[in-house]
């Protein structure tokens, strides 16, 4: 990690070019940055306050609210703070190994006009790290001991110990809060605060409108300090489900949509003229977790999956890469993971996973000391269409060596309930994860996850070992061995089956140009998408 002073130029990521054109009268508007982006969701937000948000559509629309100090570049690297890019922060440096100094942009405003402080910063932390208020990303900043405020735009952080990921810790996780508007605010009334309706934020957008049920509206702010967004103004239109909010980018009823999922969709869309596909690497990954627990009982071994050998049998068994085919097809737009991870991460790498490739022989050598009927409940949600389909091939496939596999179809809500609390044997999951393999995979796989994201208690102390040792890692390659050596040792202990890791495929309509996506979060640079003035119709004319 770099412990120089790093400086940067502050920046309008060249939104400020040729002549400014503003809204009529009337309301209405023509020429440069008069688009409106009509974005397709297939769910709506929870609330608009950074801390407790737990739904990424909430996330894409807070993120054009609210800034971070920086953020993560392009490569997606979480290692140091080389990649990062500078946001209410115009620069930084290193007083010490674990002291990390933000100098805020004295540009930097809230919506209401006033400064945003290193005040608005301290308060920020105190927020994310309260157990009252319980940020969902709580335990990602831990390692921060406090954040300080020496004068009104020097943020200084001090943190437990050095460590790989320190800088991303300390931005990555943390929109910037307005203390002004919610230091008054009692920490047990935040999930109802009215502010989660209404924000007003530091970004490039500004809250317009919430229909409830139907649309989110955000205007531009032309005053924005790193430039005017080209996109006049932002609209989500809320769907109840994926296939009709792709279906309405295809009639031109929306603009864009961030996944189209299945590939009968990216079929639909591909046949459409009027539109261009946006494939970037997936965040997701879907697989078949087994529970080590009995239920109801996590103090003793599940009868079936508590036993390491029938778990490996169960993976060996399966033709992940014939499942992949039948539901994916042949467009290449999913992989059998290599470990518990997304395409996303770089440390994807085929050779993790040889020793839990498909071998029926060594499946069946496996399962020959094992005696009596093996059977087990597969927990599944009805409302994912792609896992249904997954569950019925395990079924066949796992038929032939004994196992009665018996699926259970029930609504999202009770699969949430019954994982949290151990009442299953398998069920049929998939994790979103962020930039970070050595975060993800120590919230998802270790006593971290226990009742969350890790429901059939995988521990293993020597993986734990390995992983924070891979957070201790002073450069990103020493990082990257312990890490392989991690997914390795999971592979062996086999607590879940990889089954697929797509590629995420965008849909924009033509009309929009200059559309650049970043892997971990599609709207990060949605301020620099335009609609050329040749490309705007009516829509893009109406005044807020």
Same mark, same amino acid.
């Given at each position: 990690?770099n412990?120089?002073?790093?400086?940067?130029?502050?920046?309008?990521?060249?939104?400020?070019?040729?002549?400014?054109?503003?809204?009529?009268?009337?309301?209405?508007?023509?020429?440069?940055?008069?688009?409106?982006?009509v974005?397709?969701?297939?769910g709506?937000?929870?609330?608009?306050?950074?801390?407790?948000?737990?739904?990424?559509?909430?996330r894409?629309?807070?993120?054009?609210?609210?800034?971070?100090l920086?953020d993560?570049?392009?490569?997606?690297n979480?290692?140091?703070?080389?990649d990062?890019?500078p946001?209410?922060?115009?620069?930084?440096?290193?007083?010490?190994?674990v002291?990390?100094?933000?100098?805020?942009?004295p540009?930097?405003?809230?919506?209401?006009?006033?400064?945003?402080?290193?005040?608005?910063?301290?308060?920020?932390f105190?927020?994310?790290s309260?157990?009252?208020?319980?940020?969902?990303?709580?335990s990602?900043?831990?390692?921060?001991?406090?954040?300080?405020?020496?004068?009104?735009?020097?943020a200084?952080?001090?943190?437990?110990r050095?460590?790989?990921?320190?800088?991303?810790?300390?931005?990555?996780?943390?929109?910037?809060?307005? %203390?002004?508007? &919610? /230091? @008054?605010?009692?920490? +047990?009334?935040?999930?109802?605060a009215? !502010? =989660?309706r209404q924000?007003?934020?530091?970004?490039p957008?500004?809250?317009?409108?919430?229909?409830?049920?139907?649309?989110?509206?955000?205007?531009?702010d032309?005053?924005?300090?790193?430039?005017?967004?080209?996109?006049?103004?932002?609209?989500?239109?809320?769907?109840?489900?994926?296939?009709?909010?792709?279906?309405?980018v295809?009639?031109?009823?929306?603009?864009?949509?961030?996944?189209?999922?299945?590939?009968?969709?990216?079929?639909?869309v591909?046949?459409?003229?009027?539109?261009?596909?946006y494939?970037?690497?997936g965040?997701?990954?879907?697989?078949? %977790?087994?529970? &080590? /627990? @009995?239920?109801?009982? +996590?103090?003793a071994?599940h009868?079936? !999956? =508590?036993?390491?050998e029938l778990?490996?049998?169960?993976v060996?068994?399966?033709d992940?890469?014939?499942?992949?085919?039948?539901?994916?097809?042949?467009?290449?737009?999913?992989?059998?993971?290599?470990?518990?991870?997304?395409?996303?991460w770089?440390?994807w790498d085929s050779?993790?996973?040889?020793n839990?490739?498909?071998?029926?022989?060594?499946?069946?050598?496996?399962?020959?000391?094992?005696?009596?009927?093996?059977?087990?409940?597969l927990?599944?949600?009805?409302?994912?269409?792609?896992?249904?389909?997954?569950?019925?091939?395990?079924?066949?496939?796992?038929?032939?060596?004994g196992?009665?596999?018996?699926?259970?179809?029930?609504?999202?809500?009770v699969?949430?309930?019954?994982?949290?609390?151990?009442?299953?044997?398998?069920?049929?999951?998939?994790?979103?994860?962020?930039?970070?393999?050595i975060?993800?995979?120590?919230?998802?796989?270790?006593?971290?996850?226990?009742?969350?994201?890790?429901?059939g208690?995988?521990d293993?102390?020597?993986?734990?070992r390995?992983?924070?040792?891979?957070?201790?890692a002073?450069?990103?390659?020493?990082?990257?061995?312990?890490?392989?050596?991690?997914?390795?040792?999971?592979?062996?202990d086999?607590?879940?089956?990889?089954?697929?890791a797509?590629?995420?495929?965008?849909?924009v309509?033509?009309?929009?140009?200059?559309?650049?996506?970043r892997?971990?979060?599609?709207?990060?640079?949605?301020?620099?998408?335009?609609?050329?003035?040749?490309?705007?119709?009516?829509?893009?004319?109406?005044?807020?």
């Amino acid at each position: 990690m770099n412990r120089s002073r790093r400086s940067f130029p502050l920046i309008a990521a060249g939104l400020l070019v040729g002549s400014l054109i503003g809204c009529t009268a009337r309301g209405g508007c023509s020429g440069d940055y008069c688009g409106t982006l009509v974005i397709a969701a297939a769910g709506e937000p929870d609330i608009l306050l950074p801390p407790i948000i737990q739904l990424a559509v909430a996330r894409d629309v807070s993120d054009q609210l609210f800034l971070k100090l920086a953020d993560v570049g392009m490569s997606a690297n979480t290692i140091g703070d080389a990649d990062f890019v500078p946001q209410l922060a115009a620069r930084w440096d290193w007083t010490d190994s674990v002291t990390l100094t933000f100098h805020l942009d004295p540009r930097a405003r809230w919506q209401d006009g006033v400064p945003v402080t290193a005040a608005d910063v301290a308060f920020t932390f105190d927020i994310y790290s309260d157990s009252t208020v319980n940020a969902p990303s709580r335990s990602a900043v831990r390692e921060i001991i406090a954040v300080t405020a020496p004068d009104s735009l020097t943020a200084v952080f001090r943190f437990h110990r050095p460590y790989a990921e320190m800088f991303y810790d300390a931005v990555y996780h943390m929109r910037v809060l307005p %203390a002004h508007l &919610l /230091r @008054a605010v009692p920490r +047990t009334a935040w999930q109802a605060a009215p !502010f =989660g309706r209404q924000p007003i934020g530091n970004g490039p957008y500004r809250f317009v409108r919430w229909n409830a049920g139907q649309s989110l509206e955000l205007a531009a702010d032309s005053t924005f300090f790193l430039g005017r967004p080209r996109l006049r103004r932002l609209i989500w239109r809320f769907t109840p489900n994926l296939d009709v909010a792709v279906s309405q980018v295809i009639a031109g009823q929306a603009d864009a949509i961030e996944v189209l999922g299945p590939p009968a969709n990216v079929k639909r869309v591909h046949d459409v003229a009027g539109l261009t596909t946006y494939p970037y690497p997936g965040t997701t990954y879907g697989f078949l %977790a087994f529970n &080590l /627990r @009995a239920n109801g009982d +996590t103090g003793a071994p599940h009868p079936v !999956f =508590g036993t390491r050998e029938l778990r490996r049998a169960v993976v060996m068994a399966l033709d992940r890469e014939g499942m992949l085919q039948n539901v994916w097809g042949g467009d290449h737009l999913a992989a059998v993971p290599p470990g518990p991870m997304p395409r996303l991460w770089s440390l994807w790498d085929s050779s993790l996973a040889r020793n839990l490739a498909h071998d029926s022989v060594a499946a069946a050598r496996l399962l020959a000391p094992q005696r009596g009927r093996r059977a087990f409940h597969l927990l599944v949600p009805t409302t994912s269409g792609l896992r249904r389909q997954y569950a019925r091939l395990i079924q066949a496939q796992l038929q032939p060596f004994g196992w009665d596999v018996r699926i259970d179809e029930v609504d999202l809500g009770v699969v949430q309930q019954r994982t949290s609390t151990g009442q299953f044997d398998a069920f049929l999951g998939a994790w979103a994860s962020g930039p970070s393999p050595i975060d993800g995979t120590l919230q998802n796989w270790t006593r971290r996850g226990f009742g969350g994201q890790n429901p059939g208690r995988y521990d293993n102390p020597q993986l734990d070992r390995l992983l924070e040792s891979a957070v201790a890692a002073r450069n990103r390659d020493a990082a990257t061995r312990l890490l392989r050596s991690a997914i390795a040792l999971w592979n062996s202990d086999a607590p879940a089956a990889p089954l697929y890791a797509p590629d995420n495929v965008a849909a924009v309509n033509r009309r929009v140009s200059e559309v650049t996506i970043r892997p971990d979060s599609w709207l990060a640079l949605v301020r620099t998408w335009r609609i050329p003035a040749s490309q705007l119709s009516d829509r893009d004319r109406v005044g807020n």
